[in-house]
């Protein structure tokens, strides 16, 4: 009885593993919200210094597995973006998701609420599958800026 225990308890463990793998690849809600709070105090220190490592991909502290960094001021305008250069310079506030949710003006609003701060739901492409993934941003209100990441989910 002991082995058969034993062996369950082993199976379970094993099946469990290629998910713990698969989730450390993930970045977490926590790391997300570390590094938009990084973000935030070098944009305070020194806006071009934050936006020129926010758009250097070789630079860890804002690009890491899946998280990356990016930046709207409050009218939707992308001014830094760590994983698609493409889009700064571009009013997304009319920019929609795969399920029509208008997630920058989302993120615009909760920018300009009291809290200024918190998560957006959203369907984004995630950098390293490639594929549209469901994903929450977090965003912090600094200026007349947001500042925010996001965990793939």
Known sequence: MRTMFSASLLSVALLSLPGAAWSADKGSADEAVAMVKKAVALIKADKAKAFAA????????????????YVYDLNGVCLVHGNNPKIVGKNLMALADSNGKLMIKDMAEL???????????????????????????????????????????
Not at 54 to 69: G, M, P
Not at 145 to 152: E, I, L, R
Request: proline share 5%; aromatic share 12%.
């Open 54 to 69: 926010i758009s250097d991909t070789a630079n860890k502290e804002y690009h890491d597995r899946d998280l990356y960094v």
């Open 111 to 153: 920018a300009k609420s009291p809290a200024g701060k918190g998560w957006v739901d959203f369907k984004w492409p995630n950098p390293v599958t490639k594929a549209v993934e469901n994903k929450s941003g977090y965003i912090e209100r600094v200026d007349d800026m947001m500042v925010g990441s996001g965990v793939y989910k």
